[in-house]
């Protein structure tokens, strides 16, 4: 399979595209600044960059790199800095994830395609009934308004739950929600449940980077566990020893 990854020069992309290639998969990487990946990743066989900010491309070089893919990965977030935060562009998430699905659409593949988001375990899915408390559904709601980044995150996955929807012709999709993420060498045993299991404010649980890519990867290469959690927003956290 090829796959197409967008923000794979990021923390958690990296670590993506390693597995991929891993699994002796083909990789196309977006990559706004390729010197971020190291040598190691990019001498290995099987992938191909494509040096570009996602919303920078047109439509057509989208559709071109979409092309003959039979999945796409996006591990797009905002930088951790007050100009990655409140500066532009607000709707880097949002807008790459609709022109991604729009460039799928416009292959017109012979079977869907897979696009995988990468989203956080704050944003709720809002085809299931998740129970919040008021004390965190507040919270929530001042980080909507004091963090664009979290906004971002949830109209990205509104556009896969609405607008592609659960039986769309071109695309299926699976929005990951890692709980607060870590550093970590290897990969270890995690949990993935359909929703939160603990309180994103209150009582938070921790997903290593190289474990959330573990289980993006099995998404994208395994029909089974595709299977599962396709329309679906998994929640993964780090499996803690009793």
Request: one cysteine or more.
């Amino acid at each position: 399979m090829t796959i197409l990854v967008v923000g794979a020069s990021g923390a958690t992309g990296r670590l993506l595209v390693q597995q991929l290639l891993n699994r002796k998969q083909s990789v196309r990487a977006i990559v706004r600044s390729p010197e971020k990946l190291s040598d190691a990743i990019k001498n290995q066989d099987g992938l191909s960059m494509i040096k570009a900010g996602v919303l920078d491309l047109r439509d057509t070089e989208l559709a071109q790199h979409v092309s003959g893919c039979g999945a796409v990965a996006s591990c797009l977030g905002h930088n951790l800095s007050f100009k990655g935060i409140y500066g532009q562009p607000r709707r880097l998430v949002t807008d790459a994830t609709r022109r991604l699905c729009n460039a799928v659409k416009a292959t017109k593949p012979v079977r869907p395609v897979r696009f995988v988001l990468m989203n956080t375990a704050g944003n709720s899915n809002r085809d299931l009934h998740e129970p919040i408390s008021f004390g965190q559904r507040c919270v929530i709601g001042i980080v909507r308004l004091l963090l664009p980044p979290h906004g971002d995150n949830e109209r990205a996955a509104d556009h896969l739950r609405t607008n592609i929807g659960q039986n769309h012709k071109a695309i299926e999709w699976a929005v990951v929600r890692p709980d607060t993420l870590l550093n970590e060498d290897d990969v270890s045993e995690y949990e993935v449940h359909p929703s939160p299991t603990r309180s994103t404010v209150f009582n938070p649980g921790s997903t290593s980077r190289i474990n959330v890519a573990h289980f993006l990867a099995d998404l994208i290469t395994d029909d089974a566990i595709w299977n599962r959690w396709k329309g679906r927003m998994p929640v993964i956290y780090n499996k803690v020893s009793s």
